[in-house]
């Protein structure tokens, strides 16, 4: 007697999923293992104090939430809708996308180490607007040639300029934000930024429906660049601040 085993798309979808799931369960090991860092024992706050802390420092809030909301459109249109692109525009195959995206994720994690290292050298600001500028002067590379050599040496500089921009937010956000509400200010700027910058690609997908692909990432991708370079350069900058210390704001 032979059994035979029909494995679904479904099946592969739940397989993912908890598969997907797993990491989440390091959560209880660092709830109940993993001791809270120094700052935040000596500086514990209360409910009233994170409060204040927020009222006062609300213009800032308000910056962090502008400047995450145009860092997430700066990696969203840069990122999302490339593989379709160079799937149905330039007519490569799986193994070409795969391979191209596995050349820009090399960028991302060169990228984020050279400008994170570079922004201790010349300061958060000019090191993110500079990747920023930069990889606007890229997008003619990253999408206009039908080779998939330059589409690769275009989607490796786009990723290295975007991601290094990127591998400064941490330290960065961690700076400006005012310790008795490092947490909050952090998390939810981000969050807010998430989410009102989460229809790019969705933008990027209509437009192509009236123009090629190549240009509505072209213009949508130059827009956010040029617009997070803008917000970046305004903002303020704590560069070597000791997280450690209390709050001067």
């Not at 369960?25 to 514990?44: G, P, Q």
């Not at 991302?108 to 010349?122: F, H, K, P, Q």
Request: charged content about 15%; overall charge positive.
């Amino acid at each position: 007697m032979q059994f035979t085993t029909h494995w679904t798309k479904a099946d592969d979808t739940r397989s993912k999923f908890i598969i997907g799931g797993l990491p989440a369960i390091l959560t209880l090991y660092i709830r109940t293992k993993v001791r809270e860092s120094s700052a935040w024992e000596r500086m514990r706050p209360d409910t009233s104090k994170i409060l204040r802390t927020v009222r006062a420092n609300l213009p800032l809030f308000i910056y962090l939430v502008v400047f995450m909301t145009l860092m997430n459109l700066m990696g969203h249109a840069t990122q999302d809708m490339y593989p379709t692109f160079l799937e149905r525009e330039r007519g490569l195959g799986p193994r070409a996308v795969a391979t191209i995206a596995a050349i820009y994720s090399l960028g991302a994690l060169v990228g984020g180490v050279t400008i994170g290292w570079l922004s201790d050298r010349i300061g958060r600001r000019r090191a993110m607007a500079g990747a920023s500028l930069a990889a606007a002067a890229v997008v003619p590379l990253w999408v206009f040639p039908h080779s998939p050599a330059w589409l690769a040496v275009g989607a490796f500089l786009m990723q290295f300029m975007v991601q290094g921009a990127w591998g400064v937010i941490p330290v960065h956000l961690s700076e400006l934000s005012p310790p008795h509400a490092r947490g909050l200010f952090t998390g939810l700027a981000y969050q807010l930024g998430v989410m009102f910058a989460a229809n790019a690609a969705f933008v990027e997908a209509l437009m192509a429906r009236h123009m090629s692909y190549a240009s509505a990432q072209a213009i949508v991708g130059s827009a956010a660049l040029a617009g997070a370079a803008i917000v970046i350069s305004l903002g303020q900058e704590r560069k070597g601040f000791d997280l450690h210390a209390a709050a001067p704001f």
